[in-house]
Structures are given as structure tokens and as C-alpha cells.
């Protein structure tokens, strides 16, 4: 059994609960032909009314997009990169599907072959062939960064991609190495 | 007959003259639909249309060219040519109100004395309450034969609405009439030399407005078009030309109201302390009197959430119409007393 406290107010307590410190005191709309009520009334539509006055002189917090953007967060995943190693210019991808085992939407196309002296691609013993990311399946989940032993395959900060054709989002091996343009501002530290 | 009027227009100046007032309304809605985008997007943190055009000011023409240009379609459950009729006679009504609005003094044109309204009858107020009544079929009509539920619950609220708040409309310019002793609209402006009624009218002013907001079908009282419950209210099942016309209609209605209000309260053409500009100002005061009232529009639907149903009649009913009444017998009494 709840006992009543004594300090709760009496039309509140019918439940036994006490509400304590939670009450908020409701006023209720006017009664009709009540004078204070409507006096009540006629103030607060005039308080709303300066309020949306006042919220003209605040300005917008618009950002105009295609014009603006929003700089993106260095871990934010964006399209995918391939990369090269920087002073031999060989591919780091060695074409081991790692990257496509671990995709949880099945995009990612692998086919490997091997190097050889007359044709080295990669730094490895083999290399990817073939190379095919299916954008319009990607859920950006990182994953595939992950997987990867040799970071070859990394998410960069590119987000507009979208395509009057599905075929045309998928990315071949050339797309996702060439040096991509960088239509996207990054957020720096502190910012 | 004109001796009443006191001056006589050549038939051709007639024409002219209700030309013109057809083509500075259609003129004027397109500003007053930009204006009101452009304002509650400020009033809500945001730009509002920008694209079309510079600052976007080509909006409503890309708006209304779009509507135009789409295909009319009508329900299987409609009344064909009700369907059709009813869009029209908003904007015939809307329109007709227009034209007595008083933008000016009679001037001297063309060699000849030319009033800067459309008409000016003898029994003004009743002219606009008149055609305010037959606006009313344009939406209940549409409402009606769209054979579709929402059309009508939102076309029935807009009929109760209409009857509740046009009694207390009528109720706040009896004070008016009283104190200026004339019904013709040119007649109230001139009475107002001395003093705008705005101020000895005070309440009859407020009790105008807030009953011309709801007459308009405007926020906060746009229960016939309550988007949240009604899908689109009385004008769900329209498109194109159609839907266009009743979106016009219903902006010229705020024009019409912020003219009577100008008219009736802001002393029309008239500038306070004495000033007397010539004749051709007369029409840019009205027009900038008109602005402040459209303005006032725009702001409180940035502002006020839409009524309740019960709370707008009981608001109408037991608000709105003693307040008026109490007005039209204080200002009896006053006019009595003084005379």
C-alpha cells in the first residue's frame, strides 16, 4: 500500500504517485467570457508574433548545397579508392577477394592473376584482374576496408554519385584508382 | 441616378478602368505569393525560394506555369460540370470584390473625372459581404461534386465557418457605418479625415481581421484545407487550371480583405498628419496599406497553429460575435450621446 504524502496536492494523488517535483502548472485555453482569459490570449498571440518577427532579423541556416557543402569527417566512408604503392607505382591489391567475402551486400567482383616479370601489376604474387565495386549495391559499410591485409582498398570522402544509369554506377578498376576528383571538403581537427 | 454618384464616366473609361483593375489583380497575387514564401521562410530560418529566377522572384510564374500546363483530371465520382464551374466562381467572386476597392480620389484623366475604383456603390459593405456569400458555393460546390470524403468534410467546415464568422464580420463594420453615416466605401475613406476609424474602432478592427483571416480560409483558420486531416480539404481532388484558379482565388481574397480593411480602417488613400500629396499617390498608399495587412496575413499564419474545430466556433460564436455586438452598441450609444 502506498502511503499518501502529505505534501503531494490532493487532485493529484488519486493514484497514489507522487509527482513531487515534475508538476508543471498547466493553464488551460480561456474559458469563455472570462475577461482575464482573453486578455490572456490576446498577450500570448502577441508574444508567438514577436517571436517569428524576431526570427527574421536571426537569419537562415541555410547551406545552399550544391554551391555550399558540408566539409565531411576524415573517417566519414565515401566512394571506395584503390591504391598504389607511391614510389613503384605498383597496385597494393593483390586480388585475394578478402574484400569480397567480407561484403554483406555481395557487390564487390574479384578475379585474380597471376604477375608475371614481363607484366607486374601488384607487389605480390598476384593481382586483380578484374576489379568491379557495384555502387548502386554498396551500403558503405566499410567492411571490405576492414578485410583488406594490405589497405588497398580504403573509403574515401566522395559522396555524389548518383547516375541517370545503373550500369554507369558500376566502378571498374581504373575508376577506383584513378585519382579521384576531390569534390568534397574535409572537415579539419578542431573544426 | 448620377447625380448620386456626382460625376459622369464615359462608357470607355469604364472599360478601361475594369481592365485595369482585372490586370493589377492578377498582377498582385504573384507578388503576394512570393512575398508569402520568401517571409515565412525567413520567419522559419530559411531562404524560401531561390532558384527561379532573381531571389527567385520568377516562382510563381514557374508555379503557375506548371499548374497551367498539366493535364485537368477529374474523379469518376464527380459531378462534371459543378467540377468544372465551381473553381470559377471563386475567382469571379474574388475579382468582383476587387473592383470596389477605392485606390484614389476622382481624378482628372483623359479630360474627364475618373474615380480610381471599379464602382462606387451606394451600399459597399453589402457589395463585398454579397459576393464573400457566393464565394462560399465555389468552395462548397467544389467540395461537393468531387464525390470524394475529404473534399467534403473540408467543403462543410468551410460553410459553417463561413456563416459563423461572416456575422461577426458584418457586426464590426456596423460601428464603422454608424460613425461614418455612409455605406459607400469612398464616402467611409473621405469620413476619415480626421481620424482613421482604426483607432476609435479599435475592437471592430480586431474582430474584422481576425473574422477576415477566417474568412479567407487563412491560418489559423484553415480548417478546410487542414492538410493533416483532410489530405487537401475541399480542393483534394483538383489540379492543374483548376487547382491554380482556387489557389488564386484564395490569395485575391486576402487582397480583397486587406483592401476593405485599408478602406474601412487605415483611412484608404488618406496620409496622416495633413498630408496631401497629388492625386496620383492616392493609388501607392493604398497599395502599401494593402502590403502591411497582406504582411499581417503571412505573419500570423507563420505564427498561430490551426484551430480546433470546436474552439473556432465557440471562438466565432461566443468570442467574437458579443465582442462586436458590444462594439456596434457602444458606438450607438457614443454617436447618440454626442450628436
Request: with cysteine; glycine share 10%.
Amino acid at each position: 500500500m502506498a502511503t499518501v504524502d502529505p505534501n503531494a496536492k490532493a487532485s493529484l494523488n488519486v493514484s497514489g504517485w507522487n509527482p513531487g517535483d515534475d508538476v508543471i502548472e498547466v493553464t488551460r485555453t480561456p474559458a469563455p467570457g472570462a475577461a482575464r482569459s482573453t486578455w490572456r490570449t490576446f498577450r500570448e498571440t502577441a508574444r508567438g508574433l514577436k517571436t517569428t518577427f524576431g526570427r527574421i532579423a536571426e537569419g537562415t541556416n541555410t547551406i545552399q548545397y550544391p554551391e555550399e557543402k558540408v566539409p565531411v569527417y576524415p573517417r566519414f566512408r565515401g566512394r571506395h579508392k584503390l591504391h598504389r604503392f607511391e614510389d613503384s607505382g605498383l597496385e597494393k591489391c593483390v586480388g585475394c577477394s578478402l574484400c569480397a567475402a567480407a561484403c554483406p551486400s555481395d557487390c564487390i567482383r574479384v578475379v585474380a592473376a597471376e604477375n608475371t616479370p614481363e607484366n607486374r601489376v601488384s607487389a605480390g604474387e598476384r593481382y586483380a584482374a578484374v576489379y568491379e565495386i557495384n555502387l548502386s549495391r554498396c551500403i558503405f559499410c566499410g567492411y571490405c576496408e576492414i578485410a583488406c591485409p594490405f589497405d588497398a582498398i580504403t573509403m574515401g570522402h566522395d559522396y555524389e554519385m548518383s547516375d541517370y544509369d545503373r550500369d554507369d554506377l558500376i566502378f571498374t578498376k581504373e575508376m577506383l584508382l584513378a585519382e579521384p576528383l576531390e569534390r568534397t571538403p574535409l572537415r579539419n581537427e578542431g573544426e | 441616378m448620377l447625380a448620386l454618384v456626382g460625376y459622369y464616366e464615359p462608357w470607355w473609361i469604364q472599360i478601361v478602368k475594369s481592365i485595369v483593375i482585372f490586370a493589377v489583380a492578377l498582377q498582385l497575387v504573384p507578388v503576394v505569393l512570393i512575398a508569402e514564401r520568401k517571409i515565412m521562410g525567413r520567419m522559419q530560418g530559411r531562404y524560401g525560394p531561390n532558384r527561379v529566377g532573381p531571389y527567385g522572384a520568377l516562382q510563381p510564374l514557374a508555379d503557375i506555369l506548371k499548374l497551367l500546363t498539366k493535364e485537368q483530371s477529374r474523379p469518376s465520382t464527380s459531378v462534371g460540370l459543378l467540377f468544372a464551374v465551381a473553381p470559377l466562381i471563386s475567382i469571379l467572386t474574388a475579382v468582383a470584390a476587387f473592383a470596389i476597392i477605392p485606390f484614389g480620389n476622382v481624378q482628372h484623366i483623359f479630360g474627364t473625372r475618373v474615380g480610381l475604383y471599379g464602382v462606387d456603390v451606394s451600399v459597399g459593405p453589402l457589395y463585398v459581404f454579397a459576393f464573400g456569400a457566393i464565394a462560399f458555393y465555389g468552395i462548397m460546390l467544389g467540395g461537393w461534386s468531387s464525390g470524394s470524403k475529404y473534399s467534403f468534410l473540408g467543403a462543410m467546415r468551410g460553410a459553417a465557418q463561413l456563416i459563423s464568422y461572416e456575422v461577426s464580420q458584418g457586426m464590426a463594420l456596423v460601428g464603422v457605418i454608424i460613425t461614418s453615416q455612409t455605406l459607400s466605401l469612398t464616402g467611409i475613406v473621405t469620413a476619415q479625415k480626421g481620424m482613421w476609424y482604426l483607432i476609435p474602432q479599435f475592437v471592430g478592427f480586431i474582430v474584422f481581421l481576425v473574422a477576415g483571416f477566417a474568412e479567407t480560409n487563412r491560418a489559423p483558420f484553415d480548417l478546410t484545407e487542414a492538410d493533416a486531416e483532410l489530405v487537401g480539404g475541399y480542393n483534394t481532388e483538383y489540379g492543374g487550371g483548376r487547382f491554380a484558379s482556387y489557389y488564386f482565388a484564395e490569395y485575391l481574397n486576402v487582397l480583397v480583405v486587406s483592401g476593405i480593411v485599408t478602406t474601412v480602417f487605415l483611412g484608404g488613400w488618406l496620409l496622416p498628419f495633413g498630408i496631401h500629396p497629388p492625386g496620383w499617390v492616392d493609388p501607392f498608399v493604398v497599395l502599401f496599406k494593402m502590403s502591411l495587412i497582406t504582411f499581417l496575413f503571412i505573419w500570423v499564419r507563420a505564427t498561430l497553429p490551426r484551430l480546433r474545430y470546436d474552439q473556432l466556433m465557440s471562438f466565432g460564436w461566443k468570442v467574437l460575435l458579443p465582442l462586436a455586438t458590444l462594439n456596434t452598441l457602444v458606438t450607438a450609444i457614443v454617436v447618440v450621446a454626442t450628436h
